[in-house]
């Protein structure tokens, strides 16, 4: 992943760290109406408990000295500062990703690219089928990441649809192998 080059080497691991957890939440928290919704995700560099309105993510390894735990959040209007009616892609969340990184060792944003078709809520779909248009579907998991050391990149994860039983959010690509290959490489 080219994405990844752009952070150096003690950062490229709290990077990969943060993009598992995040591609994890996306594929967890992904609704058939409401798509990948927005969240943050934090790697703090503490273990202190938990928040209001934060949940821990299960660590699949025991934790390393220096390794911190991640974070999943429910984002404010206050957290992200974003004018909705002038949403114009992750340009609009880069300050929001830069604010949270100063508070955490690395910071991730995670939506899905058709986050701007769905800032309306209810009343947005209900207008849109008036003129006749379809809510739109999400065709890939947007991630903004940005490490305190201040660098940053955007990873976009192509996804489809798996409809047997049920509707499931499924990455095109192997993004856990790809990702484990490219933090070794």
């Not at 952070?7 to 760290?17: K, P, T």
């Not at 798509?35 to 995700?41: A, I, M, N, Y």
């Not at 309306?120 to 003129?131: K, Q, S």
């Not at 192997?174 to 070794?184: F, G, H, I, K, Y």
Request: glycine share 8%.
């Amino acid at each position: 992943m080219r994405e990844l080059d752009v952070f150096s080497a003690e950062a490229r691991g709290d990077v990969v760290q943060v993009l598992l957890a995040a591609l994890r939440t996306a594929q967890g928290e992904w609704g058939r109406f409401r798509g990948v919704p927005l969240r943050w995700v934090v790697l703090d560099g503490s273990t202190a408990s938990p928040q209001s309105r934060e949940r821990r993510l299960k660590p699949r390894r025991r934790l390393v000295p220096g390794q911190g735990q991640v974070r999943v959040q429910k984002p404010t209007h206050e957290d992200l500062a974003v004018d909705w009616d002038r949403l114009r892609g992750e340009d609009s969340f880069w300050p929001a990703a830069h604010a949270k990184a100063r508070t955490c060792r690395c910071a991730a944003l995670v939506y899905g690219n058709a986050l701007p078709s769905r800032t309306w809520g209810c009343l947005g779909v209900l207008v849109g089928l008036l003129y006749r248009e379809l809510p739109v579907l999400d065709g890939e998991v947007r991630v903004l990441v940005e490490h305190r050391t201040g660098e940053r990149a955007s990873f976009g994860f192509p996804i489809r649809y798996r409809r047997v039983p049920f509707r499931r959010l499924v990455y095109v690509e192997d993004v856990r192998t790809l990702l484990r290959r490219a933090s070794e490489g």
